[in-house]
């Protein structure tokens, strides 16, 4: 007589196959992504080693007259250091902005599972490449900037393969909280960059790349053997990327304008639609065209408004940890420990955001309200932020999580919606260059923060604060609009309910 199966294994299989697949598929781009941002934090982290106050080291072992720069990196021991640092990050992010632009277009064209993998493979090579420098003994500024280039032009192949295979499998239900979890692995990769790199950057700062290097080249070794690009290819369900129809009528009798995520019919009379329904059977759709997907309604504002999102979220990720060794005087590795709780604090903002949004369903207005919060708090830390350990702790936490709160939904669960809207007539192509649209604008802000962040501490850090304020005002601006339409919206159906 055979036995009962044990309790686990009920368990197991009281799970439908598709859950399966949709949670390897979860997982795996996690780990992935995870591994590109864990790969972009040692160069925060190891700044403050190439340009270090050598004075706390004692005297010169080379008798050299010079005592404040003797152990300091060449080219790096030079009064304009900050500016030296802002090319790199600027190196690395406007070549990422560049590219964004580009690779959403081939991303839509090739194999996810290809693409996504060989950006990896080249990404873990340039990391690796730039710590190579310390054991080469490399003191030339343009070899760093080449490699940060390249690497900048590589990594783009991550975010618009990840969210679209993420979009392939994942409908419209909860995507805002099931995205914002998964969106953690930002901040994730972020706080593993900063321990990883913290643990040798005292001694050995090469290995602060080298390591990061070989994690993404081997995460995407695994990535090549098992992602899945369709659920079709493994015969699991597609999901729904939109309302039923009957839940459709209902949102007819209240479309609240073409601004929205939700648009009239009329709006989507004009936009282009790529494919024609008479070959969907036989051809499949194609990708959609820049200009097209420009015209979807919503991109543009979105697109704008993360510019200046990332501009404040990556200014904390290249300067923070210098910002908190020059004004509460810790260590190099301490700072970085430090600087991962602004990351915490991003985890949690992201889930908030994804949850409040999707209960609401203004996407809009959840990134205004966080972004309206996010600049006196920003104020505020500059201002009692290093006033005790305690504090900086609390206020590091509050101001990731409505720093990057925005900044995620916008892109996941946004990118997502806008990149399978009604009026691409179920068209999923358009998702990669939706995405790189946003993400690649949202770069340019990402270009920006780190660069001005260079050349304005040099009078103070305060005007760096007055610039991330001046910012986040600017993002929610770009956003009232929709946020209007929202808001007007909730106001007309909630007078209908009471009539």
């Not at 950057?201 to 899945?228: D, E, N, R, T």
């Not at 970085?336 to 949850?355: E, H, K, P, Q, R």
Request: proline share 4%; with cysteine; net charge neutral.
């Amino acid at each position: 007589m055979r036995s009962i199966p044990a309790p686990g294994i009920r368990f197991l299989r009281s799970f439908p196959r598709d859950s399966w697949y949709r949670g390897l598929i979860l997982l795996l781009t996690f780990l992935c992504y995870t591994s590109y941002h864990l790969s972009r934090k040692p160069i925060s982290i190891v700044k403050s080693q190439l340009h270090y106050n050598c004075s706390l080291r004692g005297a010169n072992p080379n008798n050299d007259s010079n005592s404040t720069t003797w152990c300091d990196w060449k080219p790096f021991d030079q009064d304009n250091y900050k500016e030296l640092f802002g090319a790199l990050d600027n190196a690395f992010l406007v070549a990422y902005a560049i590219g964004m632009y580009i690779s959403g277009i081939f991303g839509e064209r090739l194999p996810l599972r290809y693409y996504l993998s060989g950006g990896m493979l080249l990404s873990g090579l340039f990391t690796a490449l730039f710590g190579l420098g310390y054991y080469w003994q490399i003191h030339y500024l343009w070899y760093f900037v080449i490699i940060q280039v390249c690497n900048g032009l590589v990594q783009t192949t991550g975010w618009p393969s990840v969210v679209t295979c993420v979009g392939n499998w994942f409908g419209k239900g909860k995507r805002g909280l099931i995205m914002g979890i998964w969106n953690s692995h930002t901040s994730v990769g972020n706080i593993l960059g900063s321990l990883i790199a913290g643990a040798w950057v005292s001694q050995a700062w090469g290995l602060s790349f080298i390591v990061p290097g070989i994690i993404i080249a081997v995460m995407g070794v695994i990535c090549f053997l098992f992602l899945i690009e369709y659920p079709e290819d493994v015969e699991c369900s597609p999901p729904l990327h939109h309302a039923s129809s009957e839940e459709k009528g209902l949102e007819a009798e209240h479309s609240i304008s073409d601004g929205s995520l939700n648009v009239s019919n009329h709006s989507r009379e004009n936009i282009i639609v790529p494919v024609e329904s008479s070959k969907e059977s036989t051809e499949g759709p194609e990708a959609i065209s820049f200009f097209g997907a420009l015209r979807i309604p919503g991109v543009v504002e979105f697109s704008f408004c993360l510019l200046f999102a990332k501009l404040v979220s990556y200014t904390f990720l290249y300067w923070l940890p210098l910002y908190i060794v020059n004004v509460a005087h810790f260590s190099a590795k301490k700072a970085g420990d430090m600087s991962t709780l602004f990351d915490v604090g991003g985890i949690i903002g992201g889930i908030l955001a994804g949850l409040i949004s999707d209960y609401t369903g203004g996407r809009a207005t959840t990134c205004c309200v966080m972004l309206i919060l996010a600049a006196p708090m920003l104020y505020l830390y500059n201002y009692i932020g290093q006033n005790g350990l305690a504090t900086s702790i609390v206020m590091l936490i509050i101001c990731g999580g409505l720093v990057n709160g925005p900044y995620a939904l916008i892109t996941t669960a946004v990118s997502a919606d806008l990149g399978t809207h009604e009026c691409l007539q179920g068209n999923a192509k358009a998702l990669s260059t939706v995405t790189a649209i946003i993400d690649g604008t949202g770069s340019v802000g990402a270009a920006l923060g780190p660069l001005l962040a260079g050349l304005i501490s040099q009078s103070g850090w305060d005007n760096v604060f007055y610039m991330l304020i001046t910012a986040d005002i600017l993002a929610c601006l770009l956003l009232s609009r929709l946020m209007y339409k929202e808001i007007r919206g909730w106001c007309g159906c909630y007078a209908r309910k009471r009539g």
